[in-house]
């Protein structure tokens, strides 16, 4: 008799290679990100911040932070 080879699908093949492809394809797309802007420190002008105004003082007092 002749050697056997293992029975494997085609569809196992393709799994295989998709699953390749999707793991390179991640790889590629986070290797090449900039880093992110550093956020501006809560104290400078010109920008949407967080400011204790009275509706947030009211908030604080009514809820007993």
Do not use: I
């Amino acid at each position: 008799m002749s050697p056997m080879k293992p029975a494997t699908s085609p569809r196992r093949g393709f799994f295989k290679t998709a699953g390749l492809t999707a793991a390179a394809a991640v790889a590629a797309a986070t290797a090449n990100t900039t880093p992110a802007a550093a956020m501006t420190p809560p104290g400078t002008k010109g920008g949407k911040h967080y400011s204790e105004s009275d509706h947030v003082k009211k908030f604080y007092e009514v809820n007993r932070y």
